[in-house]
């Protein structure tokens, strides 16, 4: 439904955009620090089993600091505070696609590991790495390959389409 805890996490993202938007956020580096304790203290929580982490409660309990670290990590870049590098740019500006595409890498992957002897051969630490890779490059190719091209190609044409009244 409209009001579930998981779109109230969809929400406060939506807040903290708001937010970055027409305000600007005092103290960011400050404020990230404060988002990351909190994370930490329910991730803690959780660990310890005072805290179902599949649980209604356990959405805000990660959603809430999970949004102020985006408030203070967007503004401390925003103010030019933060150097972050490169290949991370590339993974957050391939966020999206890496989001959209995930499973398709994951599942073709451990299908080629499979079918040449390495899917059960291999430790799980590094069957894991080789599957995280495949996401990561395979969303980084379909973000520059397809996602950005054609919001590129939706943001040009916007002014070009015009809606045509239907006569009826």
């Known amino acids: 439904p409209f009001y579930g805890v998981y779109n109230l996490e969809f929400f406060l993202g939506m807040t903290a955009a708001y937010v970055l938007r027409n305000f600007t956020v005092p ?3 400050l404020v990230l620090a404060t988002g990351l304790a909190l994370f930490i203290a329910v991730a803690v929580l959780e660990d310890f089993h005072l805290l179902d982490g599949y649980g209604n409660f356990a959405r805000l309990a990660y959603g809430i600091p999970g949004a102020i670290v985006v408030l203070g990590i967007a503004e401390a870049d925003r103010r030019n505070l933060l150097r972050v590098p490169a290949i991370l740019r590339t993974i957050g500006a391939a966020s999206y696609s890496i989001y959209l595409f995930q499973f398709i890498f ?3 992957t451990w299908q ?3 079918a040449t002897g390495l899917g059960h051969r291999i430790p799980v630490a590094a069957a894991f790495i080789v599957l995280a890779l495949a996401v990561l490059v395979g969303g980084i ?3 520059r390959c397809v996602e950005h091209p054609l919001m590129r190609l939706v943001r040009s044409r916007r002014g070009a389409i ?4 239907t006569s009826g």
């Open 112 to 114: 080629v590991l499979l």
């Open 162 to 165: 015009r809606l045509r009244p």
């Open 106 to 108: 994951i599942a073709t």
């Open 141 to 143: 190719i379909m973000s």
């Open 27 to 29: 103290r960011p580096r």
